[in-house]
């Protein structure tokens, strides 16, 4: 079992920066990718960025490819999302997520569990 908790979402300007935070509780954290995932008002949940602790490997969607970074500290159990030149279509709920080794990182269906989610409103 793991247990997700997300924090550091907020209002920020067009432009701005938020560094998002998924705290993870579970012996076997370590043993799962991690991913993020966001939903706005209206729309299907859709894939921002994946990690992988085995040799950290990274995904990102095009839309925020070069804007966003994902990584991990498997010390702290922690896994990070930093936003920068933030734009109001990334405004969304933002929700953490770990899947199994060998699943297709952008599917939802593919995470096992799902953090509550932390919302990020980004005004033009």
């Known amino acids: 079992q793991v247990q997700l908790v997300e924090s550091g979402g907020g209002l920020v300007q067009a432009g701005g920066s938020l560094r998002l935070s998924c705290a993870a509780s579970?012996?076997?954290?370590?043993?799962?990718?991690m991913g993020w995932f966001r939903q706005a008002p209206g729309k299907e949940r859709e894939f921002v960025a994946a990690?992988?602790?085995?040799?950290?490997?990274?995904y990102y969607a095009d839309s925020v490819k070069g804007r966003f970074t994902i990584s991990g500290d498997n010390a702290e159990k922690k896994v990070y999302l930093q936003m920068n030149s933030l734009k109001p279509e990334d405004t969304a709920v933002y929700c953490c997520a770990a899947r199994s080794y060998g699943t297709t990182y952008y599917y939802p269906r593919s995470y096992d569990y799902w953090g509550q989610g932390t919302q990020v409103t980004v005004s033009s």
């Open positions: 579970g012996r076997t954290f370590s043993a799962y990718a």
């Open positions: 990690f992988s602790w085995s040799g950290r490997t990274t």
